[in-house]
């Protein structure tokens, strides 16, 4: 046996900083896992058709910014914080997480505002605020995207823009993934104190710019040949259910409230 | 029986606030070790019907309204415990957001209604159904625990009221606070609950566990089937019965806002005046004051109020079961 295998070693890498690997790691499996748990959302909102709620989020976001009355944002606020009572737990938190950060956000920027005497719109911006930022939260969360996206469809919203929306979604965790790996493999060729780990990671970011070319190119090549020519179809037909025309109704509701309440 | 503010002194805010709190801590405590993150919600739902049943007022003889609680029911299903936490989530929504009892008072209307009265109407439906067993026992259980129960909390709140204009005098002699002593305020506040309000607590407290009894049993034992469509149904129905709440013309005895209270009748003699520490006393805008949304009319203020509540208290409570989940598995 060689000399050499017998002699014990002690090898301690050096101490190397690799946060900012980490946390790219961490903040790129947050992404993919974000869009992948779109895949388990099986019903809608309660069975609500994607292009109804598009629309009518739309309609109620164009009342809030319209109106000057505390009361009707007040009765939105009411009808979202209904819609919101009916979801899981796990959805309502994450949508008011980002509801209240942006309101208590809203309501700082104003402050100066109040001091100035101007305190109608210390109340009710904020509520504005909160009211447009649930709304459009909860048709992302209750929504798959790819629902949301064929919903633009039946607005007219051109075939390029979608076809866009489409592939980036897609690529996005295509992409993730492969730069994922070549996190991983970074973060383990690293032992001891790596110093040219900067330069790796512009690496990555090339080496990613160039694989999405030519992820594209193959892309573009195998639409066409499956015979792509650029126009989106909705395969589903239109059904028009209960669920429909009770949102459509309560929608009708506010809008009946708006109209009366501008008057009055 | 929601106590405004500056009807107490703010020490008998301060020593109700003290009595209520830690009762309030033994309860999450309890409620954290007994309730299965399953049944959370199960709060907020109940915390939901007694919120409803607080906006149905009554006309009561004297010209005056009270309404129903609804604590001891929940605290037939769930728990006294659970029943605790649930009203007093209520109320404290009820405080906040629609004006409906006193923030400084808060303490005091927690005491009132949140804890004397689930405890004392589950240990009266508990003696009840121990001695006549189940079945029949259980009904009359419920219709008398949650009698006694309300009549309970609207004693407690006459003696509070009453005690007032005893402790608390300027140096001339007039009262701070509440001016009605004891002798008035005890029959005024307990003479309607008993006759009326009481009653309509049983008869809700009865109407209710008996349907969730035969439609969703598993709301009440362990391992049977639980229809929440059914629930959520019922609550829904509620709300829109809400408006019925309205027919009641008149304030509740002691709810009194500091610009009706010198025009009170009380033995056929007006007040007169109105009592300092209210003229000038400490004021809270709620967003939905009385249940009303202004440019509204007031039915649909009243149902509106009523989906806000129950929305935000089921919330509150999903929300807590999805908390409660986090640390276990942690």
Redesign the interface.
Known sequence: MPEWLLTSEQYEPVKDKDTFINKSILSMIGLIARIKAQDSRGRDLFGVNPVVAVFMTFLLVVLISLVR???FV??V??FL??I??LMP??D??KV?RVSFVVTVFTFIILLPAAFFGNHLSLTLIPAKVFASVTAVNILAHVYRWNRLIAALRVFRVPNLLIFVLDITLKYIVMLGEFSLEMLYALKLRSVGKNTEKYASLSGIAGTMFLKSRVMAEELHESMVCRGFTGTYKTAAAWRFSFADAVYILMNAGILA?YI??SR? | MHIPDNYLSPATCVVMAAAAVPVVAVSIKKVREEISQAKMPLLGIGAAFSFLTMMFNVPLPGGTTGHAVGGTLIAILLGPYSACISVAVALIIQALLFGDGGILALGANIFNMAIVLPFAGYFIYKLIRDRFGSGKGEIVGAAVGSYVGLNAAALLTAVEFGLQPLLFQTAAGQPLYCPYPLSVSIPAMMIPHLLVAGVVEAVFTVFIYSFIKRVSPGMIYEGKTTRTKAIYGLLAALICLTPLGLLAAGTAWGEWGADEINTVLSGGTMLGFVPQGMQNGFNFNAILPDYAITGLPEIAGYIISAVLGVAILIIAFKILAAFKKNKANV
């Open positions: 009355y505390f009361s007040l009765i606020i009411t914080i209904l919101l009572c737990a796990g309502i938190i008011l409230v009366y309440i009055g």
